[in-house]
């Protein structure tokens, strides 16, 4: 469903559009990769006297990440097809290589706020690394029930509590994740006891 119409005449004056795009590869490893585009729908004077004309994109980064199977980066690049301040945005981009080691599902928007935060990165690479560990999860929901042992104990799913739609005691867990439901009443109360 889409969002209501506004409720007042409007123009429209930025736009920003991130991709993310992923591929099993040969190697037996996964490539991730988000991009990030902004421009305006008005042409406006640039600092230098030139014209940025509507639609122009004047920020262009792109991020890959390759991960194996427990979701641990091992290669990592940043590029830049288009950014305002030129070789001043698109010179932090080898930093980015620093990804390699960090784990998109363990506390990996922590370790980026950590590693390039304010200064230390490029606001809108930093913003890509963000979308990384959701489209990680898509990417590999399927790999991980192929590879999935029968005779294993199954582990409760990392998802379960991750967001409002799968609490435990909630209908998707109901449903689909019935091992792992808990009713309403039966979860545990705040200090004071009461619901």
Same mark, same amino acid.
């Given at each position: 469903?889409?969002?209501?119409? /506004?409720?007042? /005449? ?18 037996? +490893? ?19 006297? @030139? ?6 994109? %004047?920020?262009?980064?792109?991020? $890959? ?8 980066? +091992? ?27 960090? #784990?998109?599902?363990?506390?990996? $928007? ?22 990384? /560990? ?6 590999? @929901?399927?790999?991980?029930?192929? @590879? ?9 799913? %990392?998802?379960?509590? &991750?967001?409002?739609? +799968? ?17 309403? #009443? ?6 004071? &006891?009461?619901?």
């Amino acid at each position: 469903m889409p969002l209501p119409a /506004p409720n007042s /005449p409007r123009k429209p004056l930025h736009n920003r559009s991130i991709q993310v795009h992923s591929f099993e590869r040969e190697d037996g +490893l996964w490539d991730i990769e988000a991009e990030l585009i902004d421009y305006k729908s008005y042409d406006y004077s640039r600092s230098s006297g @030139a014209v940025q004309k509507a639609g122009q994109y %004047f920020h262009h980064m792109h991020l $890959r990440v390759t991960i194996d199977r427990s979701f641990t980066i +091992l290669e990592a690049v940043a590029a830049y097809d288009a950014a305002p301040y030129g070789d001043e945005c698109t010179a932090i981009a080898p930093d980015y290589a620093d990804l390699v080691g960090m #784990n998109l599902l363990k506390s990996f $928007r922590q370790q980026i706020k950590d590693r390039y935060g304010r200064t230390a990165g490029c606001t809108h690479i930093t913003e890509l690394a963000t979308v990384l /560990p959701t489209a990680a999860v898509q990417t590999m @929901a399927n790999q991980r029930r192929v @590879a999935a042992d029968p005779t294993k104990p199954a582990k409760r799913p %990392f998802q379960l509590e &991750g967001c409002h739609a +799968l609490r435990l005691d909630g209908l998707v867990a109901k449903e689909h994740y019935p091992k792992w439901y808990v009713a309403p #009443n039966s979860r545990k109360t705040g200090s004071t &006891g009461q619901a």
